[in-house]
C-alpha cells in the first residue's frame, strides 16, 4: 500500500508498544517519520530495520519545547508534516482518597497535557504550510468507561476525546482533520502488569465479547485509515477499537490493586 507516499508524519511514544507499530505501518505505506519517545534509547533496537526514512529523538511530550523540537526535526529533516500521531501515555493508579497530588499531575499532563503540547505545534505547521493535514490522538475506552483506581488516567483520555473535538472544530478551516482511537486492552510495555497477573488478565477477558486482547498492530490500522485520504471527511470523530468491550463494561479492579489506604 502506499497511502502515504511522499508524506511526512511525527508519532510520540513511538518507541514501543502501539506508537512502534503505528511508526512501522506508515513506513511500510511510504511515509517518512520523525519518531520521539522519553525512552529514546529504544529506538536503538530497531533503528536499522526502520532504515533512512526514520528517525527517532528524545523527547517529552509534557515540555512544550521537546512538542515544537520534534516538529521542527520533522520539517527540517523530510521538508514537511502531513499528519501527526499523539500515542504517548501512561499512568499513575490510585483510588481517588488515597491517589497522591503528584500521581493525578504525572497522568493527567502526560495524558492530556502531552496531545494539547502536540496538536499546538502539529497544527501550527500544518497551517503554516497551507494545504491541510491529519492529526490522531490516541484516547482509550476509559474515556467512556471508569475504573477503580484509574480516576487519573480515565479524566485525562475524557479530556483527549473533547480536546480532539475541539481541534477538530477550530482547525477546519485550514482543512486539518482531527480524530481518535479509543483503544481497549492492548498488549504493550503499559499493559505488561495485566498480564503478568493471569487472575486479572482472566477478568479482563471474560468482559471482552471478542475474548481476547488487542496486539498494538490492530490500533495502528484504524489510527492510519483515520488520517489517510479515505477518511477525507472524517473528523472529530472517536473510534473505539475495543473488541467490542464497551458494550459489556470494566471488570472490578478491586481484588487487584488493594484495598483502600484511607481509613475514615
Not at 49 to 76: H, P
Request: aromatic content about 8%; hydrophobic content about 45%; charged content about 20%.
Amino acid at each position: 500500500m502506499t497511502r502515504f507516499a511522499g508524506k511526512v508524519a511525527v508519532v510520540t511514544g513511538g518507541a514501543s508498544g502501539i506508537g512502534l507499530a503505528i511508526v512501522r505501518r506508515l513506513l511500510n505505506e511510504g511515509a517518512r517519520v520523525v519518531a520521539s519517545d522519553i525512552a529514546a534509547e529504544r529506538f536503538d533496537a530497531v533503528r536499522a530495520e526502520l532504515g533512512d526514512g526514520f528517525l527517532g529523538i528524545a523527547g517529552d511530550v509534557t515540555r512544550e519545547d521537546d512538542a515544537e523540537a520534534l516538529v521542527a526535526t520533522a520539517v527540517e529533516r523530510f521538508g514537511a508534516l502531513n499528519c501527526a500521531f499523539n500515542v504517548a501515555g501512561g499512568s499513575r493508579p490510585g483510588y481517588l482518597v488515597d491517589l497522591a497530588e503528584g500521581d493525578w499531575d504525572f497522568t493527567v499532563d502526560l495524558c492530556l497535557k502531552g496531545v494539547f503540547l502536540g496538536m499546538k505545534h502539529q497544527a501550527r505547521q500544518m497551517m503554516r504550510q497551507g494545504h491541510g493535514g491529519a492529526i490522531l490522538n490516541i484516547a482509550s475506552l476509559n474515556a467512556h468507561v471508569p475504573m477503580h483506581a484509574g480516576a487519573a488516567y480515565a479524566t485525562a483520555k475524557a479530556g483527549v476525546e473533547m480536546l480532539t473535538r475541539n481541534g477538530a472544530l477550530e482547525f477546519a478551516d485550514a482543512k486539518i482533520r482531527v480524530n481518535a482511537v479509543l483503544p481497549g486492552l492492548v498488549q504493550t510495555p503499559l499493559t505488561r502488569r495485566h498480564f503478568d497477573n493471569r487472575d486479572a488478565l482472566a477478568a479482563f477477558v471474560e468482559r471482552i465479547p471478542m475474548g481476547r486482547p488487542a496486539q498494538p498492530e490492530e490500533i495502528a490500522a484504524p489510527a492510519l485509515y483515520l488520517t489517510s485520504d479515505d477518511a477525507s471527511y472524517v473528523s472529530g470523530a472517536s473510534l473505539l477499537v475495543d473488541g467490542a468491550w464497551a458494550v459489556s463494561g470494566y471488570p472490578d479492579m478491586r481484588p487487584f490493586r488493594g484495598p483502600v489506604a484511607f481509613n475514615a
